[in-house]
């Protein structure tokens, strides 16, 4: 943190307040009590209920919150001399001291000898921690002038758990590479603007739409975008924070947001992962979240509870809207759908455009290649991308980002670090054979996507990675191609057990493997791809389609069940035969790129393919693959 006044202040004086109300607290009250609280001989609890009842009790003190009584009576061995005696009591005695209360025994009960220290202590806290609170209050919102451009502001977070943003600041500009999303949304914008227009003519605006797209594929810079454009303030709120322990706070939450909402119309509401609140009810585990349905329940009245051209919209993101309790998605509601996907590679171009900006990058790095070679990336990966390989171009004390860096960061933003290599070893062989494995089957089935780069370089979770370089813009995807997927990804284990034997496999391959079940049996619920014939049986999450519902897998028979399972590993087995006579037959190349491998760490595609068809044919569509 930068040093500031401000920030010294703000500390120290708390400090040196609470301080001195502790110095103080300490003395203050150090009650004149104490030296009654003492008795040097002690009584049993049972002594002195038979006191009690015998009538020698003249008076009872009780201290220590009704723990300790110091107990004056009259000893008959003592020739009746008045005694001071300590009673440890039973926690918690109310009969007794009602019993007391009752008697005409002197009677009398203290705060505890440290109570009063500490209550005199709590009660000069107090206005210390208001005076804090009010301090921190100030500071919060000098910093937080509503208005500013850009300047969050988080109404007490005890409360109302959501931002409002005066401005946004951001443009259409800014959001790249989902053309579609954005012209549909278009025209929110001037739902916002010119409301008129609309009501003139007797249309209704729509109060509801949800975005739907997996995360990081600027959902959120969409809708900012919007209220940006539109010039209203957005108030953002996700809705897992909608969702808290307490029965009731969820739906206030609501309640509030829609309250501020209202006094600043017109404006946009975001709420982000709506299906933390807005699932199916009753159908969470054990039946159901009250507080959830409770939520939702108030999501739905406020929703109900304005009118369209109030001047309010909403919008929300999910990436599962078939969760989404059906009652959200009703007209009214949230009865428009725009998808917000992944790019494609145009997209990606787009999207590196914008956020190239501000950085520079070297004559010889072309933002084209570089959406080439990050298929499947969102958004915000392509920032997450140019922003390390920013950071990798400092550190190597570069002035500009090179081919390099982009190479480094795409391996990064997919793989994790990059750790540092095994020394030779067996195991380094052993993962070598594994790596070798998966690019020589990828290299050798005929519909396989072409090995990008082989490494042993530790990157993440994984030892060593075999890179492929997908088909781009493919669209569909057939049989056969699912089923080189297959074989491709059981390469690493085939080569384990080929070579080493199958008492040696690892568990290397648990990560592939878990890959494989998962196409497999996509080929077999979802794509009807089996010999179970064209049939969808699951959906993605997981749940199966039973005549006209969707139920959870538990419900359907145990003979389908069975089915699946074994269509499922039909296909497997086969992928693996086939995976491990490829290595079988192709022993000769494979211990040479093994060697080479280990003694260069990285092999790249094209060096690979060379040295497989000094050996043997390569299938059609590997012979011409475009590199970089
Ligand atoms: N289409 C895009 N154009 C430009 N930048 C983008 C785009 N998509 C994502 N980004 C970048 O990624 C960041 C994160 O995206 P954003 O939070 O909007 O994604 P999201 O879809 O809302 O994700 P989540 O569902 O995880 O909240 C943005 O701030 C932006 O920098
Ligand atoms: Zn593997």
């Known amino acids: 943190m930068k040093f500031s006044w401000k920030v010294l202040v703000l500390w120290t004086l708390p400090a040196l307040i609470i301080g001195f109300?502790?110095?103080?607290?300490?003395?203050?009250?150090?009650?004149?009590?104490?030296?009654?609280?003492?008795?040097?001989?002690?009584?049993?609890?049972?002594?002195?209920?038979?006191?009690?009842?015998?009538?020698?009790?003249?008076?009872?003190?009780?201290?220590?919150?009704?723990?300790?009584a110091i107990v004056e009576a009259v000893d008959p061995e003592l020739d009746n001399r008045m005694q001071r005696l300590r009673v440890d009591l039973p926690y918690n005695a109310p009969e007794l001291v009602s019993r007391l209360r009752d008697s005409n025994i002197s009677f009398d009960s203290h705060p505890m000898r440290n109570d009063g220290a500490i209550w005199g202590l709590l009660g000069n806290l107090v206005f210390p921690v208001?005076?804090?609170?009010?301090?921190?209050?100030?500071?919060?919102?000098?910093?937080?002038?509503?208005?500013?451009?850009?300047?969050?502001?988080?109404?007490?977070?005890?409360?109302?758990?959501?931002q409002m943003e005066a401005k946004t600041g951001i443009k259409f500009d800014d959001v790249a590479g989902i053309d579609e999303a954005k012209e549909e949304l278009q025209e929110v914008v001037t739902f916002l603007k010119q409301p008129e227009r609309f009501t003139a003519?007797?249309?209704?605006?729509?109060?509801?739409?949800?975005?739907?797209?997996?995360?990081?594929?600027?959902?959120?810079?969409?809708?900012?975008?919007?209220?940006?454009?539109?010039?209203?303030?957005?108030?953002?709120i996700s809705?897992?924070?909608?969702?808290?322990?307490?029965?009731?706070?969820?739906?206030?939450?609501?309640?509030?947001?829609?309250?501020?909402?209202?006094?600043?119309?017109?404006c946009l509401i975001f709420i982000d992962e709506i299906d933390a609140v807005g699932r199916q009810r009753g159908a969470g585990i054990g039946g159901g979240n009250d507080e959830r349905e409770q939520t939702l329940n108030q999501l739905l009245t406020e929703m109900d509870g304005f009118e369209g051209n109030t001047g309010i919209i909403i919008i929300a993101a999910t990436n599962r809207p078939d969760v989404l309790d059906s009652a959200l998605l009703r007209p009214g509601r949230f009865d428009r759908q725009v998808i917000v996907d992944a790019p494609d590679l145009k997209g990606r171009l787009e999207i590196l455009k914008v956020h190239s900006r501000n950085k520079k990058l070297a004559p010889s790095v072309s933002l084209e290649a570089i959406a080439r070679r990050s298929p499947g990336f969102t958004g915000a990966d392509l920032a997450n991308l140019l922003?390390?390989?920013?950071?990798?171009?400092?550190?190597?004390?570069?002035?500009?980002?090179?081919?390099?860096?982009?190479?480094?960061?795409?391996?990064?933003?997919?793989?994790?670090?990059?750790?540092?290599?095994?020394?030779?070893?067996?195991?380094?062989?052993?993962?070598?054979?594994?790596?070798?494995?998966?690019a020589l089957i990828g290299t050798l089935v005929k519909e396989h996507d072409p090995v990008q780069?082989?490494?042993l370089i530790p990157r993440g979770q994984a030892q060593g990675l075999t890179w492929f370089t997908p088909d781009e813009e493919q669209g569909l995807i057939s049989r056969?191609?699912?089923?080189?997927?297959?074989?491709?990804?059981?390469?690493?284990?085939?080569?384990?057990?080929?070579?080493?034997?199958?008492?040696e496999i690892t568990t290397g391959a648990g990560g592939d493997l878990q890959q494989v079940s998962g196409m497999a049996r996509?080929?077999?619920?979802?794509?009807?791809?089996?010999?179970?014939?064209?049939?969808?049986?699951?959906?993605?999450?997981?749940?199966?389609?039973?005549?006209?519902?969707?139920?959870?897998?538990?419900?359907?028979?145990?003979?389908?069940?069975?089915?699946?399972?074994?269509?499922?590993?039909?296909?497997?087995?086969?992928?693996?035969?086939?995976?491990k006579q490829i290595i079988r037959e192709n022993r000769t190349v494979c211990d040479r790129l093994v060697d080479l491998l280990i003694e260069k760490e990285t092999i790249d595609g094209e060096e690979f393919r060379q040295i497989v068809a000094e050996y043997t044919d390569l299938p059609e569509k590997q012979q011409f693959v475009p590199t970089l």
């Open 522 to 579: 996509q080929m077999v619920t979802r794509f009807g791809m089996s010999e179970l014939g064209p049939l969808s049986l699951e959906s993605q999450g997981g749940e199966v389609f039973l005549g006209r519902d969707w139920m959870s897998r538990s419900e359907y028979s145990e003979s389908i069940a069975a089915q699946i399972d074994a269509q499922v590993r039909t296909i497997v087995a086969e992928c693996y035969e086939i995976a």
């Open 480 to 503: 056969s191609q699912l089923k080189a997927r297959i074989t491709g990804a059981l390469g690493g284990r085939a080569a384990e057990a080929e070579i080493f034997g199958h008492s």
């Open 21 to 68: 109300f502790f110095w103080q607290g300490a003395f203050a009250s150090a009650p004149a009590e104490m030296t009654k609280n003492t008795a040097s001989t002690r009584m049993t609890y049972g002594r002195f209920l038979e006191y009690l009842d015998t009538g020698r009790v003249k008076s009872v003190d009780l201290y220590e919150g009704g723990r300790t």
């Open 387 to 438: 922003n390390e390989a920013a950071i990798l171009t400092a550190r190597r004390r570069k002035d500009a980002i090179t081919l390099a860096e982009i190479d480094d960061a795409v391996d990064r933003v997919v793989a994790g670090m990059e750790g540092t290599p095994l020394v030779d070893s067996k195991s380094k062989r052993l993962i070598a054979y594994h790596e070798i494995g998966h």
């Open 239 to 266: 809705g897992s924070e909608f969702v808290e322990m307490f029965v009731g706070v969820g739906a206030s939450r609501v309640r509030d947001l829609f309250k501020k909402a209202k006094d600043n119309a017109p």
């Open 130 to 162: 208001l005076l804090i609170g009010g301090l921190f209050f100030l500071f919060r919102r000098s910093s937080n002038i509503p208005g500013g451009p850009g300047q969050a502001m988080n109404f007490g977070k005890s409360k109302a758990r959501f």
């Open 453 to 455: 780069k082989v490494t």
């Open 201 to 236: 003519v007797g249309a209704k605006i729509p109060k509801g739409v949800l975005l739907v797209g997996p995360p990081g594929t600027g959902k959120t810079l969409l809708a900012k975008a919007i209220a940006g454009e539109a010039g209203v303030p957005f108030f953002s």
